[in-house]
């Protein structure tokens, strides 16, 4: 089969492969959209949880062709999207619900082989079925919504709640979304890039500002909780700043690993904020697909490449460079 292949750092080939087996419990998709997201930029830098060579590729829909011993649940000819986050089920973590914190955790396209290939293996467990009315493009984005929906259930937000979201990428564009279905009552979002910024405010009547400098002048008072989609340290930095006494701070974008900010503990002490963190998913894969049935989440926009597998490492640098939203491969 052909697949894309990180083989060291910072390289990518496009090359053929073996194709999968099939162990008990698992099932072989052929795989009909696969998205990239930052982490997979992460993975590439070595900024990751990874080995070498890798596979990359989590976010993908696509039809089982073939299944394992013990596979009652699925048939070939189902379409299906996969939570790649596979625990063990018997560990501490495990078995207080917090399985994305598993002790033995594995992540698809993580470590070990995704969907940026023509087939890949992985547990059935792990699939869910996608209905005929759900698209591949839906299906795709069903992990990256699974990923804010968690983090939703992480934040107690309450109705009226003031937000500002730092990063109009497609997942911060993806939390304007849910944060008005939420019932925010002002959303303000920054975002350097013209384009994003003009898809931003056709996604929903919201406050765009286009340097975080700014966001004081615009709102002096703060806001009750703010997010981070964008990951980069710099702007991480200053984000308790806009916080309102009592105020939540979410870390959802992914920082390179070994980067460190600098905050204030008295502030976090005096005004009694609060931070949280918000890794992966917590089986909020149904959740998501319900946002997506009655249309609620737009995704359309966010997609901005639609292109073949074999266009991956141009598009990939395109998409490291901030010039594409999501780029979805298809086969």
């Known amino acids: 089969m052909k697949a894309i292949i990180f083989t060291e750092p910072g390289k990518i080939v496009y090359d053929e492969t073996a194709d999968p087996s099939c162990e008990a419990g698992e099932v072989i998709i052929k795989v009909l959209r696969s998205g990239i997201c930052g982490t997979d930029l992460h993975i590439?830098?070595?900024?990751?949880?990874?080995?070498?060579?890798?596979?990359?590729?989590?976010?993908?829909?696509?039809?089982?062709?073939?299944?394992?011993?013990?596979?009652?649940?699925?048939q070939k000819g189902d379409r299906v999207t996969v939570d790649p986050n596979i625990n063990c089920g018997e560990c501490f973590y495990c078995r207080r619900q917090r399985p994305n914190q598993c002790l033995n955790w594995q992540g698809i396209g993580i470590t070990r082989a995704g969907g940026f290939a023509e087939y890949v293996a992985v547990p059935a467990r792990n699939c869910y079925k996608i209905a005929n009315h759900i698209t591949d493009s839906q299906a795709a984005f069903v992990e990256p919504l699974s990923c804010v929906v968690h983090s939703?259930?992480?934040?107690?937000?309450?109705?009226?709640?003031?937000?500002?979201?730092?990063?109009?990428?497609?997942?911060g564009l993806l939390w304007v979304q849910a944060?008005?279905?939420?019932?925010?009552?002002?959303?303000?979002?920054?975002?350097?890039?013209?384009?994003?910024?003009?898809?931003?405010?056709?996604?929903?009547?919201?406050?765009?500002?286009?340097?975080?400098?700014?966001?004081?002048?615009?709102?002096?008072?703060?806001?009750?909780?703010?997010?981070?989609?964008?990951?980069?340290?710099?702007?991480?930095?200053?984000?308790?700043s806009f916080l309102k006494p009592y105020g939540k701070?979410?870390?959802?974008?992914?920082?390179?690993?070994?980067?460190?900010?600098?905050?204030?503990?008295?502030?976090?002490?005096?005004?009694?904020?609060?931070?949280?963190?918000?890794?992966?998913?917590?089986?909020t894969f149904e959740q998501a697909i319900s946002w997506l049935h009655p249309g609620r989440i737009n995704i359309d926009p966010l997609i901005s490449h639609r292109v073949q597998l074999s266009d991956f490492a141009k598009v990939f640098q395109d998409f490291a460079n901030g010039k594409t939203l999501k780029v979805h491969c298809l086969f």
């Open 249 to 283: 701070y979410l870390q959802f974008g992914v920082a390179p690993s070994g980067e460190y900010v600098q905050w204030k503990p008295y502030d976090i002490f005096r005004y009694d904020l609060t931070i949280l963190g918000s890794f992966a998913l917590c089986y």
């Open 44 to 74: 590439y830098r070595n900024e990751y949880q990874n080995p070498f060579p890798l596979i990359p590729g989590h976010e993908f829909c696509g039809v089982i062709v073939e299944k394992g011993k013990d596979v009652s649940s699925l």
């Open 179 to 240: 944060m008005k279905i939420n019932g925010a009552s002002q959303i303000m979002i920054v975002e350097k890039e013209a384009g994003r910024r003009k898809l931003a405010l056709e996604i929903a009547d919201i406050t765009v500002v286009e340097d975080i400098e700014h966001v004081h002048e615009k709102a002096p008072a703060g806001f009750a909780i703010v997010i981070d989609a964008t990951g980069v340290p710099a702007v991480i930095g200053k984000a308790l």
């Open 152 to 171: 939703l259930n992480r934040l107690h937000s309450r109705v009226g709640d003031d937000v500002l979201i730092l990063g109009a990428g497609p997942m």
